[in-house]
């Protein structure tokens, strides 16, 4: 990486470090020839010479630059770990990061920052343009100087912002919230569904941050730490659901033997073409081979809820991992950083060993339950799903079963809520209007999520395997909400009660679904 020759000069401003800026390309930096009609990428002296502004900050800026700019519709994740190495080794030299950077691909180099850089205690932040640098009213020199400013938020006095972030348009976003897919216009160029903006500047001034926020920053040890990442740039497939889909080229990628994770962006809170026995198959084989398969909705703003519906829940009981309300560029680079955390669990093709087997299972079972929890602020609900009848158990009339659960300390004020799963084919006995209830005690206080009454059709042993028609039935047991403080009423754990008040149940065949949301009205 190149510096600039104005690094190399005497510091103006010795009180506080200097701010490094990375120049990668983009449109941000695009001028004008003297011609004034072809356009190219400027240099980095020329980029700094266009402008002005920056001489009127109060920190010295360092410069740096790749030797060659790249179009952020050709970066790939060696440039991230890249960016997050140089990070890595130059963070104590500097109060703050400014990343400069094409405004395609910005949203995925910030997801894979945040996930690859551990225990930031500094703003980190992407900007660029959608703009050419020499055109009138570019956003390009705007951007820049604002993105600096929160950087330089020693010498400027401003509130630490210890993350990475995207500064756009005068907003500053989370680096796994922000997703450019509303306007062209430099005013609309990001946004930030189903996640408050991170702060607003105004006449050079950070107005509206919230700390509460920033549940996912450091804490301890505030040395940036870099994380692995994952070596292949294969093995993630990320596919749309839409009507008449190509089943077979589908079941040709599900195949595919580099894959490692496929990524279902699916209708609305979680919907798929539950009756195309080919997809249904694809899934369940690529789930018995440890491939992770996620569900992200298509919806702008929303999230996968795999309780309203049937065919949502089918994909809960398959063991799809359940998105939540991330966007697609942070699950992709979630299921990368943490293929590269446990690597890979997939089966081997040929013959494997059962301690291997045994292993492999560990390991995939640790990633889904990763993949369902809040890392770096990319997920507002926390998904921890308990199975609660073993192998032997049997849940039957006056015979709860007690399970004691810890939850990760989630050390923000939540709203928790439980969902009773039942697969309606499991039933062996009983009335086939009956009752199920789950409890839950927090603290040694009982709290009472639901108790259901809902009728359950009688199993037709007439009709087997794939023509069987009774589907899994999804018990809303949300009635209830409890507002829960980490530190002062909740600690993390709980003691799950289960009842069967009028059936007897199979053994494996009762799911709990335990959903932690933060409040971000807090």
């Known amino acids: 990486m190149d510096a600039a020759k104005t690094t190399e000069e005497k510091r103006e401003f010795n009180d506080y470090p200097p701010v490094c800026a990375i120049y990668t390309g983009g449109t941000v930096g695009i001028i004008h020839e003297n011609d004034g009609n072809t356009l190219r990428q400027a240099s980095l002296e020329e980029f700094i010479d266009h402008i002005p502004q920056l001489k009127k900050l109060k920190f010295d800026i360092h410069f740096y630059s790749y030797k060659n700019a790249i179009d952020s519709s050709n970066i790939k994740s060696n440039q991230w770990k890249f960016m997050a190495r140089f990070i890595d080794m130059m963070h104590t030299l500097y109060q703050g990061f400014v990343i400069i950077h094409g405004v395609n691909t910005m949203a995925y180099t910030a997801s894979a920052l945040s996930f690859m850089l ?17 055109d009138f009213g570019s ?151 440890n491939v992770l398969v996620v569900s992200l909705t298509q919806c702008p703003i929303g999230e996968v ?23 697609t560029e942070a699950a992709y680079c979630k299921v990368k950083y943490l293929l590269a955390k446990y690597g890979s669990p997939k089966l081997p093709s040929g013959e494997c060993g059962e301690h291997e087997k045994s292993e492999l299972k560990k390991r995939f079972e640790s990633i889904s339950k990763e993949m369902s929890e809040n890392q770096k602020g990319e997920m507002s609900i926390n998904t921890y799903v308990i199975r609660p009848v073993a192998t032997g158990d049997v849940v039957a009339p006056n015979n ?3 399970y004691n659960v810890k939850l990760p300390d989630l050390n923000a004020k939540v709203v928790c809520s439980a969902i009773l799963m039942l697969d309606v084919a499991s039933i ?74 009028s059936h007897k149940l199979k053994a494996g065949t009762m799911s709990i679904v335990i959903s932690a949301r933060v409040d971000q009205n807090q």
């Open 118 to 134: 551990k225990n930031v205690s500094m703003p980190i932040v992407l900007t660029g343009a959608e703009y050419p640098l020499t």
């Open 305 to 327: 809820e795999y309780r309203l519906f049937e065919t949502n829940a089918k994909l809960f009981y398959l063991g799809v991992v359940n998105g939540g309300d991330m966007i």
């Open 139 to 289: 956003d390009a020199a705007e951007n820049l100087v604002d993105a600096l400013n929160v950087a330089g938020h020693l010498s400027n006095k401003y509130t630490n912002i210890p993350m990475v972030s995207v500064l756009f348009g005068k907003k500053l976003f989370s680096g796994t919230r922000a997703t450019k897919k509303v306007s062209l216009d430099p005013a609309d160029g990001f946004y930030s569904p189903n996640y408050p903006v991170i702060a607003s500047l105004t006449n050079d001034r950070i107005y509206g941050y919230n700390a509460n926020l920033q549940s996912h920053t450091a804490t301890g040890n505030t040395a940036i730490e870099y994380l692995p990442f994952m070596k292949d740039p294969g093995g993630i497939l990320i596919c749309d659901i839409y009507p008449d889909m190509d089943m077979d080229a589908f079941e040709d990628h599900c195949k595919h033997d580099g894959l490692q994770s496929l990524i279902l962006r699916t209708y609305g809170t979680g919907g798929i073409p539950d009756s195309d026995k080919k997809f249904m198959s694809c899934i369940k084989t690529l789930i018995g081979k």
């Open 400 to 402: 709860p079963i007690y």
């Open 428 to 501: 062996e006995e009983g009335d086939p209007n009956g009752n199920a209830d789950v409890s839950v005690v927090v603290d040694g206080m009982n709290i009472l999520f639901g108790k259901y009454k809902q009728k359950i059709p009688h199993k037709n042993n007439d009709e087997q395997g794939e023509n069987q028609q009774i589907y899994p039935i999804t018990m809303n047991a949300t009635d209830e909400l409890r507002k829960l403080k980490a530190k002062e009423e909740y600690r993390g754990a709980f003691t799950l009660r289960v009842n069967s008040l």
